[in-house]
């Protein structure tokens, strides 16, 4: 499924405080949130009846917390808020390699979990990002091979 496209600004003043009030915080919650920064749907692509909803912060607890901002609607019709959210408890077990990936999503999410959720401008940054050198080095490369020497 692909990733929700919704983008809405943060509510600077009120993320600072959830971030710094909330229990295992950060020592320094400027250094998370700027002025004028925007987040991005995490979630899958969803309805209207879904909130939106970024990961802002992974509190340094016990009982794995993390800060979510959750928005609804656009503009002067946009409704959010700052919620400090248990972690999803699922896993994808993939038994071929025993790798685990772990839903990097709040507890009840609505929608499928993070593990099969594409980000479809992530996916097309990487197709179009060059790739590294290969072995003859790139032009101009001092580390390349002389090709004048057999």
Do not use: K, N
């Not at 809405?8 to 020592?27: D, V």
């Not at 016990?62 to 800060?67: K, M, S």
């Not at 019709?77 to 408890?89: G, I, K, N, T």
Request: net charge negative; with cysteine; glycine share 8%.
């Amino acid at each position: 499924m692909l990733q929700c496209t919704a983008v809405t600004g943060i509510p600077y003043a009120e993320a600072l405080l959830a971030l710094a009030t909330m229990e295992g915080g950060p020592a320094h919650p400027s250094d998370f949130v700027e002025q004028d920064d925007f987040v991005l749907c995490e979630l899958g692509d969803h309805g209207d009846s879904a909130e939106h909803a970024a990961h802002l912060f992974v509190a340094d607890t016990p009982d794995d917390q993390e800060l979510w901002f959750r928005w609804s609607g656009e503009g002067a019709h946009r409704v959010h808020r700052l919620d400090v959210l248990p972690v999803c408890p699922a896993m994808l077990h993939v038994l071929a390699t025993g790798a685990v990936t772990p839903c990097a999503f709040f507890d009840h999410h609505p929608g499928p979990h993070s593990f099969t959720v594409t980000d479809p401008l992530g996916d097309l940054i990487a197709d179009h990002a060059p790739g590294p050198p290969d072995s003859q080095g790139y032009p101009g490369d001092p580390d390349a091979p002389d090709s004048d020497t057999p």
